[in-house]
T-cell receptor, first 108, second 114 residues
């Protein structure tokens, strides 16, 4: 499976957009990009996923570059409850292979 | 629709014992995957079951095993517990097996081995 690289930590002010980057330069054509987040040792929460096109749902937007080597998760209006570890996962088989993720801290 | 449920939520065992954890998937989901989370190794895939068959397995010793029942509920068993097995064990379910199927996680079972 392709490996992902994410910054260890990021800060964001409440109400502002949080843009979380992820590099996956070795991604193959049939590998999906998934984003999950985990709040304080709860079970990971699914956010969004995509293959080639940009995606948007009620939680976030996913922007995938045309060459698919990187992507950005956008939380449009971050709140304190968005403070969590965010995992970018490139998945080709049934298993999700988690990296260390990005710790996003949202402050007022 | 109810989410993934896991029982028990917390468990304390001693070295050498065995333990069985249970997972009930979201109604209609037929695939169940198990993960282990520790501070040192992070989240690691254990195995996946679909239609009562193991479809995929991570790099864990044979002490870790699982099964799935006809109603899609799954159990995982760890025999001869070691201190390093202390972890949060997470179960995730999806409708089908496959790379495009979203997995939804339960709250986990926190196991402490003394």
């Amino acid at each position: 499976d392709a490996k992902t690289t994410q910054p260890t930590s990021m800060d964001c002010a409440e109400g502002r957009a949080a843009n979380l980057p992820c590099n996956h330069s070795t991604i193959s054509g049939n590998e999906y990009v998934y984003w999950y987040r985990q709040i304080h040792s709860q079970g990971p929460q699914y956010i969004i996923h995509g293959l080639k096109n940009n995606e948007t749902n009620e939680m976030a937007s996913l922007i995938i570059t045309e060459d698919r080597k990187s992507s950005t998760l956008i939380l449009p209006h971050a709140t304190l409850r968005d403070t969590a570890v965010y995992y970018c996962i490139v998945r080709v088989r049934n298993a999700l292979i988690f990296g260390k993720g990005t710790t996003l801290s949202v402050s007022s | 629709k109810a989410g993934v449920t896991q029982t028990p939520r917390y468990l304390i065992k001693t070295r050498g014992q065995q333990v069985t954890l249970s997972c009930s998937p979201i109604s209609g989901h037929r695939s169940v995957s198990w993960y282990q989370q520790t501070p040192g190794q992070g989240l690691q895939f254990l195995f996946e079951y679909f239609s009562e068959t193991q479809r995929n397995k991570g790099n864990f010793p044979g002490r870790f095993s699982g099964r799935q029942f006809s109603n899609s509920r799954s159990e995982m068993n760890v025999s001869t517990l070691e201190l390093g097995d202390s972890a949060l064990y997470l179960c995730a379910s999806s409708t089908q097996t496959g790379r495009g199927e979203t997995q939804y996680f339960g709250p986990g079972t926190r196991l402490l081995v003394l």
